[in-house]
């Protein structure tokens, strides 16, 4: 439990929530777009995209659990700090999209990729969702029935 201190808005789970489906979306139309290119071209088939996507969001939905969060009971907020395990892990891979598309021009290749990045991206995100509804549910409605 942190001190009774309001964390600033940005910090808040709020608002990270929000950057984080801003940044799903644009990632998402961007890939989504290319996939479906690739997809309509015969470079790359539905089944494939479905079964890379779905381990992608199961592993993503586990690696919600690593996401360090901070219960402030005081200002009924929920703060969780930056994860450079994720950070680097989807830096990494849209580097290796990068040049597995546009230098080597492996376009299957670049297709898996973006297919995990999207599967981790919404599975981490939904895992953070429903941790930060637990945590309010199961910490802050104890506080209104007292």
Request: aromatic share 10%; hydrophobic share 55%; charged share 15%.
């Amino acid at each position: 439990m942190a001190d009774g201190k309001k964390p600033p808005v940005m910090k808040q789970s709020r608002a990270k929530l929000w950057i984080r489906t801003g940044i799903l979306i644009i990632f998402g139309s961007i890939f989504g777009l290319s996939l479906y290119h690739d997809i309509l071209s015969g470079i790359f088939r539905l089944s494939w995209a479905g079964g890379i996507f779905l381990p992608s969001l199961v592993a993503g939905f586990w690696m919600s659990r690593l996401v360090p969060m901070q219960i402030h009971t005081v200002v009924e907020a929920i703060t969780f700090s930056f994860d450079r395990i994720y950070f680097f892990l989807i830096l990494f891979l849209v580097i290796m999209k990068t040049l597995a598309g546009r230098m080597l021009g492996i376009s299957i290749l670049a297709d898996i990729i973006m297919c995990i990045i999207l599967g981790m991206m919404l599975g981490r995100l939904s895992g953070i969702c429903l941790r930060v509804s637990d945590l309010k549910k199961t910490n802050f409605s104890k506080r209104e029935n007292n």
